[in-house]
């Protein structure tokens, strides 16, 4: 079983940074992506971004929010998600899950293809 822990979120002001870190223990995750998520307030689960073992990555956001945050592959079983300039939209529950890809190229932006989840990372974006 794997079990996967978020973590690094906080109250952060408007124009700030901040590094979420995500670790998965349980076995190597050899053919598994790493993707992030968020869900804000009153809406949905929004993909943002998913990362292969090779270091690929793919985006499932606009260009404006692509801008401020980055995704990277530290190992086979941690990711981090830099997120700058910081708007008060990003505040949410951020999410680290992993998927068993068979494409080497690709992984998915639907949260429903994601079998192993973490609890979450609270983010919040005030003054």
């Known amino acids: 079983q794997l079990q996967i822990v978020e973590s690094g979120g906080g109250l952060v002001q408007p124009g700030g940074s901040l590094r979420l870190s995500c670790v998965a223990s349980?076995?190597?995750?050899?053919?598994?992506?790493l993707g992030w998520f968020r869900q804000a307030p009153g809406k949905e689960r929004e993909g943002l971004s998913c990362?292969?073992?090779?270091?690929?990555?793919?985006w499932f956001v606009n260009a404006a929010v692509k801008g401020r945050f980055t995704i990277s592959r530290n190992s086979k079983n941690t990711a981090t998600l830099r997120m700058n300039r910081v708007e008060p939209e990003d505040t949410g529950l951020y999410y680290c899950a992993a998927v068993r890809t068979s494409n080497g190229g690709w992984c998915p932006g639907d949260s429903r293809q994601y079998t192993y989840w973490g609890q979450g990372t609270q983010v919040t974006v005030s003054s």
């Open positions: 349980g076995f190597p995750l050899d053919d598994y992506a």
């Open positions: 990362i292969l073992n090779s270091g690929t990555s793919v």
